[in-house]
Each structure stands twice: as C-alpha cells, then as structure tokens.
C-alpha cells in the first residue's frame, strides 16, 4: 500500500467517483481554479472542466439549495462547504429539505448529495473557524454523518458517501489535510461501509471510543497507559449515523470501563449520545463511571495557549483512563 | 473533633454540657465548638459513659483529634476515671471519640471491631472535609444502608452470593470494583461451603409411622423417644447414607425443652443412647409431630435438616433440607427413604 496525504486521499475519491458515474459533479466557493484554501481539490478542474468542478458564489444557502434540488432531478451532487461553522448559514437547505425529502415522498424522492466540511480547532483560526458541529446534524433524522480519522478512512467513507441515496454529511479534520498515512492503490478499490466501527487496538483495560481527530488521541493515550501496565481497545466510530453500537458495546463488556471521546463540546455532544447508549445497554457490565471527553463549553480561544486547553488531548486522556482503571473515581 | 466547614483545621471547644461519668446517648449533646462562623452543638453518637474529657474548655483543638473518651459501662468509666491523674491523655488507648459531625457516617477502623469488648474501643473520627488541593480521587463517601459498587461487582456479587457489606468492611474502603469482589470470591472458594450458600436441596416423603408410634408408647418418656429417634435416623444415616464411616453426631430438638445431641445413637439399642454436652450435629432432626405444622420453607439452619411432621392419622411427612457439599441429591433421597421405612417399622434397624 502506498502512503499519501489525506487531501489526495479525498481529492482521489472525488476524481475515482467523477470517472465512474457521469451524474456525479462537485461546487463549493473557491474549489475550481483554487482547489479550496487547503488545496485538497487541486487539478479536478483541469481533469473535468467548469461542468463539474464550479466555482460558486460566496452564497452557502444557495449553493447548498441549489445542491438539494439537483440531488433531486437525478444527479448525485457533491458540495464543498469551506469551514464545518458554515452549517449555521445552511440549516434549512440542509435540516428542513434534504434530510425530509425521502420521509415526506413516503419514498418516491431521493436526494443522494453529500456535504463536504470539516471540523477541528488548534488551527489557530478563533471561535468562527474551529467548530466541531458534528453532534448538530447527527441530531436530524435523515442526515448520515461520516468521520473519517485517516487518509484511508477519508477516501473509503467519500466514496460511500457518494454513492448513497441520502443525504451525507462528512466532516474532515482540517489539522489532518497534511497528514499522510496508507491508502489502497487506486485499482483496488475500498468502499467503507457506514455503521461500522472500526477497533484499532485491543486490549482488556479500558475502551477509548472516538470520533475523527480524537482518533489519534486514542491511539496515543493507548501507547501511555501501555507504558504504565495496562491495555485498551480504540474504537473509530466511523459514522455517527449509523452508529455501529455492536461494536461499542461489545468492547464495553469486556473492560467494564470506557472514556468517548469526540472535538465536538462535551455538553449535549456526540459522546453524551453515545456514553448514553452504554449506560443503558452496558451497564451491569460497567465497573466504573462512563467518562466523556469533548472540549470545552467555551467557544474556540483565538489565544494559542488557551486553545489548547479546551480540546482533549493525550497527557489528559491518560490521566483519565489511569484513574480509572485504579478506581479512584467515584461520583456518588 | 469535627469539622464543621470545608477550609476548617481547627475547632474550640466553648463549653462542655458533660462531666466525667456521666451516661451518654446517641443525640445527646456532649460540647459546643466554636468556629470562625458559629457555635454548633456536637452529639454522642453511641451510647456510654463518659470515661474523660481530654481538652479544657476554651482548648483549640485540631479537627480529626480525640476530644473525650466513651467507655461501656459506669465501672470502666470509673477506673478510666481513677487512673486519669497518671497515663497522658494523648497516650489513652484511644476512647469513642464523642463527637458527631454533620455530614457523612464514618467507618470505622477495621482493627476497632476486633477490639475486646472490655477495653475502651477506639472509633476513629470523621475524615476532614477535603482541601480544595486535593486530587479528585476518592473519598470515603459512605451512605447509610447502602454500599457503593459499581453496576459489573454488584452483579458478580449477586451471582455468587457474596455480601457486598462484608466485602468493604474486609477491604476498607467503597466504592467497590470488580477487582474487590474477585478477590472476596478468589478467597471465599478456598473456604469451605459458606453456611450461607444459597444453594440448598430440599427433599420431601410422606410414610405411614404406625411401628414408631407403637414403640413410642412403649418407651414412655420424652428422653427415650428422643433418643430412639436418633438411633433410627442415625442408623438410615450411617447405612443408607453415602458416608459409613467416621463419627456420626445427630441432635434431636422438640419443639420444647432442650435439644438433645447423640454420637454414634445409632450404636446403642434403641432409646438407650446417653446424650453428650457438646459438638457439631452432622445432622439435626426436627420432631414436631405432636405440632400443628404441615410445612416447612427456607434454609436449613444446620448443615442438614431433617423434620418430621404430622400429615394424616398415623402417617407421617419427613423434610429433609441440606446444604449443598453436605449431601448430594441421591445421597438424601436413601437417607429420607431409609428413615420413613424405619418409623412405618423400626424393626429395619436391625437388618
């Protein structure tokens, strides 16, 4: 397998599935002659010209219902929404419409587009551009949410995505663009399904269950508590809608302890949901609080110190599990 | 002395409302401590006499520290009293602390419950309220009439039949893990069968007892019947039984007057066995024939059970409960059946 970025690992799926099905067409603001400010769609246009690759106006409500309606007419639209904090500007084409459409036809309509966004603070980019709005749109029934953690991930779960009669919303790591990491040669294709999660690492200890970015942290924390003695399952979530509990519970039972972790903020967020589903359906196998980990409840510090604070990180993370697995927990 | 607030190290003692002496009772108010906010009341939290008082009035006393001693009885009180003048009061074998303090019940020290009852025991007090600095580990939160487990050793516990109380008062602190309760259990196999195992069997037969009535009246006395009892049981023990060898004890108990406990009764002739002062019965038999009971539920209160109970005219119904380890199903079932065919005729016992 060779090792590319991330931002080829996307810009491949979305040639692959150009290629492949000739309904299939991106737009977004800046994506043709600039491939987006992290050059994630470079030479696209060049391959597929102005049809279908389209610069848009700077309008996200009207390229995103314009996006709807086309999904509608039979064509399978992919639409790049620069930063993840622009779903505000898109809540009625995307809430309102595209995830009501299948229900209110009782079936008859379809609209299979995808939303390309992103999540992630420690950009640097202040509270406008470092949202994590993953939770919000699980939230609507009718919308699939997908989250990649890797290069690979990236361009299994993209080309799912595309091929999908509903809409889906996949959120990529903006830190990640650069990151580079295994992915299939473009003749062997992967299609990675939704509502799989996908287990990491194994162990007996504890569960690290995260989304995305935190992935990574997972993986790290899991090398630190090593270091101390003790063993974890990580769990990549994958997608949020679905949500593959199976696996999240099956993992569960078997440590009795678990931390979700998830950039999103921790209040009402996405480990709030799925920290839920365990107490509920794990929770005579639980030896120890189930433990969220999402950032703070502030919006994203500008300040690089105290941006830093607010998103979970590895140091903490392993402090968490420790205490844990120790039992020095108690919340009664 | 107690701590009355979260950033409190220290308390003084305004005024005491006891004396050396005097009886206490849970509730009774024993000193008024003063703090930077407020004089509160402090109360006895277990009944005792005072035996002394350790601080002077108007003393600032550091939190957690031994303001008085409660003892047992007025005696103990006295000599405590007595002997005041010689030993220094930190150097006292401890004493109740007499203090109470408003918020959680304090453990005591496990050493404190093995205590002879005769010496003064010491309860260690309450833990101060935690600093703020202090890492968000665990304290000794404790709630009356419930131990904190979590969800996965409340469920070992309960499949296993282990006392959750009994387990944090071994190791001393809650909530409890499933580590805690692994290892109660790890412990607890190597034991022998636990007097409390839920596990029993229970068996059931119903015989006509006309030979037994008949010897009965021929025996006379309450002595002989039970004796001759004994025998009978002893011998369908001994010979139907799975076990043959070694010494057999079988204790017969009316429903009045003193159980009687037989070594080896199935040796002697019938109702001629002399009781003896003591041991453990192998098996104990409930003679409640004369009785209006019919049936009988629960565990067996020895290691095995064996009742007898009127049913109808001169037909008798036996029980036999056991522990399990004590008996096997097939072992009861030739020990019952043997017994109900030597009171129909107790002439089997010579066979």
Redesign the interface.
């Known amino acids: 397998m060779r090792t590319i970025t991330f931002s080829q690992a996307v810009n491949e799926a979305i040639a692959e599935e150009l290629r492949r099905d000739p309904t299939v067409f991106l737009w977004g603001e800046d994506v043709a002659e600039a491939g987006t400010p992290f050059k994630v769609l470079s030479g696209l246009v060049e391959e597929f010209g102005p049809e279908r690759i389209i610069d848009t106006p700077i309008s996200e409500p009207g390229f995103v219902g314009m996006a709807v309606g086309a999904a509608l007419t039979g064509t399978r639209p992919i639409v790049d929404l620069m930063f993840g904090d622009f779903l505000f500007l898109v809540m009625d084409q995307l809430c309102n419409q595209a995830a009501k459409q299948s229900y209110m036809s009782g079936g008859k309509l379809k609209v299979p587009m995808v939303l390309r966004t992103n999540l992630g603070a420690t950009r640097r980019s202040a509270a406008q551009h470092s949202q994590s709005l993953q939770a919000l749109v699980a939230h609507i029934p009718g919308l699939k949410v997908a989250l990649p953690s890797s290069p690979r991930e990236a361009k299994g779960l993209l080309k799912s995505a595309v091929r999908d009669d509903n809409p889906v919303v996949i959120f990529e790591d903006k830190l990640m663009y650069q990151a580079k990491g295994p992915v299939p040669e473009p003749e062997e294709e992967e299609l990675i399904p939704f509502g799989q999660a996908n287990r990491l690492q194994e162990g007996e200890d504890l569960s690290l269950v995260a989304t995305s970015s935190m992935v990574q942290v997972a993986e790290e924390a899991a090398e630190g508590l090593r270091a101390e003695g003790y063993s974890a399952d990580v769990i990549d979530v994958r997608t949020l809608v679905p949500l593959d509990e199976d696996t999240i519970l099956a993992s569960v039972r078997k440590t009795?302890r678990v931390i979700v972790l998830d950039e999103g903020h921790q209040s009402y967020g996405a480990t709030a949901e799925i920290a839920s589903r365990i107490a509920d359906k794990a929770?005579?196998?639980?030896?120890?609080p189930v433990t969220r980990f999402g950032a703070w409840d502030v919006p994203v510090p500008f300040s690089p110190a105290l941006e830093d604070q607010t998103v979970p990180d590895v140091a903490r993370t392993v402090e968490r599990a420790l205490?844990l697995i120790r039992?020095?927990?108690?919340r009664? | 002395m107690p701590a009355l607030g979260m950033a409190q190290d220290s308390g003084v003692i305004a005024a005491w409302r006891v004396e050396a002496g005097d009886r206490v009772a849970p509730g009774d108010v024993v000193m008024e401590v003063e703090t930077d906010k407020s004089v509160q009341e402090i109360e006895a939290r277990e009944d005792g006499y005072i035996a002394r008082l350790l601080f002077e009035a108007g003393a600032e006393v550091p939190v957690g520290e031994v303001v008085a001693e409660v003892v047992a009885t007025a005696e103990e009180a006295a000599a405590a009293a007595a002997g005041a003048g010689e030993g220094t009061a930190g150097a006292a074998p401890g004493g109740e602390d007499a203090s109470s303090d408003s918020g959680s019940e304090p453990i005591p020290a496990p050493a404190a419950e093995a205590a002879p009852a005769t010496e003064p025991r010491e309860i260690l007090p309450p833990e101060p309220a935690s600093p703020p600095a202090a890492?968000?580990?665990?304290?000794p939160?404790s709630?009356p009439g419930r131990v904190?487990a979590?969800?996965?050793?409340?469920?070992i516990a309960a499949a296993h039949g282990l006392d959750l109380a009994g387990i944090r008062a071994a190791v001393g602190r809650?909530?409890l893990?499933?580590?805690d309760v692994e290892a109660a259990l790890a412990e607890h196999s190597t034991a022998p069968a636990p007097a409390t195992g839920p596990t029993r069997l229970s068996l059931r037969a119903v015989t006509e007892a006309g030979g037994w009535q008949e010897l009965c009246a021929r025996l006379g006395g309450l002595s002989a019947r039970r004796a001759a009892l004994a025998s009978l049981v002893g011998g369908a023990w001994r010979r139907e039984g799975p076990d043959t060898t070694g010494a057999l004890r079988v204790e017969v108990v009316g429903l009045h007057g003193e159980p009687r406990l037989f070594a080896d009764p199935d040796r002697s002739r019938l109702g001629a066995a002399e009781p003896i002062a003591e041991g453990t019965p192998d098996l104990r038999v409930i003679d409640a024939t004369g009785s209006s009971l019919r049936e009988v539920e629960g565990p067996p209160e020895g290691g095995a059970d064996l009742w007898l109970l009127p049913a109808e005219g001169e037909v008798l119904s036996l029980v036999l409960q056991a522990r399990s380890g004590i008996l096997n199903t097939a072992g009861a079932a030739a020990i019952l059946d043997g017994v109900a065919r030597r009171l129909r005729n107790p002439l089997y016992q010579l066979l």
């Open positions: 009795g929770f005579y196998h639980l030896d120890a205490q039992g020095e927990v108690a009664a | 890492p968000p580990s665990t304290p939160a709630f904190l979590s969800p996965k050793a409340k469920a809650e909530p893990h499933a580590r």
